[in-house]
């Protein structure tokens, strides 16, 4: 199995978790292995956790370090943080990676059913289990569908595609990417169709209703800052603005000190700061990076510090 996956922001991300050579440090969305090997790199006799949903992405990292004694590779999704370390008898870590969102192996592989380049079955299931996008696509209430493309794509024309979806559907399910990519062009403004492919937000809506991307990415931020021990680190890289919004305002919330009313003369509320900020700006990839990957573009690196 090749699970292919260039890693964006390598060196920015491993500098913000500031490694210690003997530390304990869990690679939430290991993929094919490109950040936890250059974790691997600046550790001697400390530990890495890699966890994946992805069976694809399990296998290739049991290729790469399944001879490593300091590599402990774990199938679950990064929302089960706390479980998956309490099992393996580690009570806190000193760094978490999250590289949230589709892997490059996910969209390049037609038929997972992620791109609406390439004609496949409409999968987008990351885990390869459970409800598909199809299901969702030719069962969804008109309302519900609505509610997804406007929610998780931020999508303007949501009720014209929904309309476009069940007026389709009625006359045959709805199975394959490419169908679905044209019922959404369909459904476009004529003069918006040619500014990004229209189907963008609509299969980025699907991808995060199937695989439940912004629920398990909030229990996933909560978990992996309760597992950091003081002075651990949390890095999380996004590539679109509901989950990076999210991660900029959680990592706000951990860092809030007393909020008592201004005219107050001593706190009562007794809350104080839990985290420091790394990353002051969301790090974004260079010149040399984007020529060198282009779907480095839409990505930002945040990163906190666990102080108490």
């Not at 303007?156 to 019922?183: C, H, M, S, W």
């Not at 918006?192 to 991307?213: C, D, M, S, W, Y």
């Not at 680190?233 to 603005?241: A, C, D, G, K, P």
Request: a positive charge.
């Amino acid at each position: 199995m090749s699970f292919s996956h260039k890693p964006v922001l390598l060196e920015q991300t491993v500098k913000s978790l500031n490694i210690r050579p003997d530390g304990i440090y869990l690679d939430g969305t290991a993929g094919g292995g490109g950040h936890s090997a250059e974790i691997l790199r600046h550790l001697q006799n400390g530990q890495l956790i890699c966890v994946d949903q992805d069976p694809d992405a399990i296998e290739t990292l049991n290729e790469k370090f399944g001879n490593c004694k300091n590599v402990t590779i774990v199938k679950s999704n990064f929302s089960e943080i706390k479980s998956i370390i309490s099992n393996l008898g580690i009570s806190s870590l000193d760094g978490v990676l999250l590289d949230i969102g589709v892997s490059s192996h996910q969209l390049d592989t037609a038929e997972r059913g992620f791109s609406y380049h390439n004609d496949a079955p409409l999968d987008m299931r990351m885990s390869q289990s459970g409800i598909t996008a199809a299901e969702l696509v030719n069962n969804l209430q008109f309302s519900e569908l609505v509610r997804i493309l406007s929610l998780y794509g931020e999508e303007k024309f949501a009720k014209n595609i929904a309309r476009a979806i069940e007026r389709e559907r009625a006359v045959e399910p709805i199975q394959t990417t490419l169908r679905l990519a044209e019922i959404v062009k369909s459904a476009y403004p004529p003069s918006k169709r040619h500014e990004k492919h229209p189907a963008r937000k609509t299969f980025q809506a699907l991808r995060i209703a199937v695989n439940g991307e912004l629920d398990r990415l909030s229990k996933g931020l909560d978990g992996a800052f309760d597992s950091l021990k003081k002075g651990g680190r949390l890095s999380v890289i996004t590539f679109h603005s509901l989950e990076d919004r999210m991660v900029k305002q959680r990592m706000a919330k951990w860092c809030e000190g007393c909020t008592c009313p201004k005219d107050f003369p001593i706190c009562v509320c007794g809350n104080k700061p839990k985290a420091s900020i790394v990353t002051k700006k969301p790090v974004e990839a260079d010149e040399r990076e984007l020529e060198e990957n282009p779907r480095s573009r839409s990505a930002k690196l945040r990163c906190c510090e666990k102080i108490v």
